[in-house]
């Protein structure tokens, strides 16, 4: 990022492995509070306004290596980005249909919709919302031990798995603004 010989800030690699940006193993399991101290440790030294006073290409260089930064905490921060992200790193992309989940999961997930609009109360959707957290942090422990088999045909369907389930906790999300705004 920075030239060792000059000092100035280098233009940004945008191919460059987040893994490797923000100074961690690449592997599935990692630590979010360390996570979370590189990112600021990043930021600090790239920030766009140690930059002010620098040339314009420092300046925009500056504006990019934040942004790229940003971007890489996001995606590794979030086990369903981050496993998405490993996934492309091996060269495979998640499917873009239904063909990964099986009918049950399904009518799993149907039944959760309903719950989510039949709860009329914060309390109820508190308790689905809580219910969903703990499935996904199974589900998170299931995809450390699938990325360490490389099974990544299992993964996609945890990951597949997971995204239903975000969307749930989105809906109830929704429900419970609208509850306390009426």
Known sequence: MICTDCGSLQDVDNTINYFKLLDFPTQFTLQSQQLTQRFRQLQARV???????????????????????????????????????????????????NS?????????????????????????LEKLSANISQEL????????????????AAVKATLVEMK???????????KQQHLMSA
Do not use: C
């Open 47 to 97: 920030h766009p306004d140690k930059y002010s006073n620098k040339t314009s290409r420092e300046q925009t260089n500056s504006a990019d290596w934040s942004s790229l930064i940003n971007k890489a905490y996001k995606t590794l921060y979030a086990p369903v980005e981050r496993g998405q992200y490993m996934l492309q790193l091996a060269g495979e992309e998640m499917p873009q249909d």
């Open 137 to 152: 942090e199974a589900f998170a422990k299931k995809l450390t031990t699938q990325f360490e088999a490389n099974d990544l």
């Open 164 to 174: 239903y389930l975000h969307s749930i906790q989105s809906s109830i999300k929704k």
């Open 100 to 124: 990964a989940l099986n009918a049950t999961f399904l009518m799993a997930m149907m039944e959760r919709n309903e719950e989510v609009e039949e709860a009329d109360n914060s309390a109820a």
